[in-house]
């Protein structure tokens, strides 16, 4: 099974900070047949369900703001939030979208400073 | 607009059974894989089982296989999953996930998410 790990767990934020989080993968997610790392990233708010936001690595799912910024290839990843808003608050999960079984990293938690 | 609602979920004994269902609406169910994902209490997501479009191919990680079993119904865009042998551990809010159009090589994202339905599984 491929391994996601992600980093930090939780960060404390100031609204219009610009934020980081790291996603690594155990193996590869640079697919050779088209170039594209299946990659994707998950916003889940307190008593909500996960959201699409990216994937394909950097591909933002239709809607999502423009400051959510993927990047990344091979193992390791990055999500980007250029100026982060109280809204933003939340959990945020990597997944392998590459084989079966899919796989999950443990989250970034998002935090008011 | 899309919609999956999920219901079934409830408290159940240790070695029980259960079945979960999953109605969709606004887009056409028969077209998309559907995918079950788990979550614990405070815990982070786990994928569980997917399911192709004609519902001939079926996929899980070891943590349930041949304990869960995933199908679906085109005619009533209605996904399922029956749970046996249940354990503690399966004790989670189980999210019915739709696949949405995908047009690349390997396995599409969770594009759409229902609420979910909270299982416990305790004495």
């Known amino acids: 099974d491929i391994v996601m790990t992600q980093t930090p767990s939780s960060q404390a934020v100031s609204a219009g900070e610009k934020v980081t989080m790291s996603c690594k993968s155990s193996?590869?997610?640079?697919?050779?047949?088209?170039?594209?790392?299946?990659l994707a990233w998950y916003q889940q708010k307190p008593g909500q369900s996960p959201k699409l936001l990216i994937y394909?690595?950097?591909t933002r799912e239709s809607g999502v703001p423009d400051r959510f910024i993927g990047s990344g290839s091979g193992t390791d990843f990055t999500l980007t939030i250029s100026s982060v808003q109280a809204e933003d608050l939340a959990d945020y999960y990597c997944?392998?979208?590459?084989?079966?079984?899919?796989?999950f990293g443990a989250g970034t938690k998002l935090e008011l400073k | 607009e899309v919609q999956l609602v999920e219901s079934g979920g409830g408290l159940v004994q240790p070695g029980r059974s259960l079945k979960l269902s999953c109605a969709a609406s606004?887009?056409?169910?028969?077209?998309?894989?559907m995918a079950w994902v788990r979550q614990a209490p405070k815990k982070g997501l786990e994928w569980v089982a997917t399911?192709?479009?004609?519902?001939?191919?079926?996929y899980y990680p070891d943590s349930v296989k041949g304990r869960f079993t995933i199908s679906r119904d085109n005619a009533k865009s209605s996904l399922y999953l029956q749970m046996n042998s249940l354990k503690s551990e399966d004790t989670a809010t189980y999210y019915c996930?739709?696949?949405?159009?995908?047009?690349?090589?390997?396995?599409?994202?969770?594009?759409?998410w229902g609420q979910g339905t909270l299982v416990t599984v305790s004495s």
């Open positions: 996930a739709s696949c949405g159009v995908w047009y690349y090589g390997l396995l599409p994202p969770f594009a759409y």
């Open positions: 606004g887009f056409t169910f028969s077209n998309y894989y």
């Open positions: 399911i192709s479009t004609s519902g001939s191919r079926t």
């Open positions: 193996q590869s997610l640079l697919y050779s047949g088209d170039q594209k790392n299946y």
């Open positions: 394909l690595a950097s």
């Open positions: 997944q392998q979208h590459y084989s079966y079984p899919y796989t």
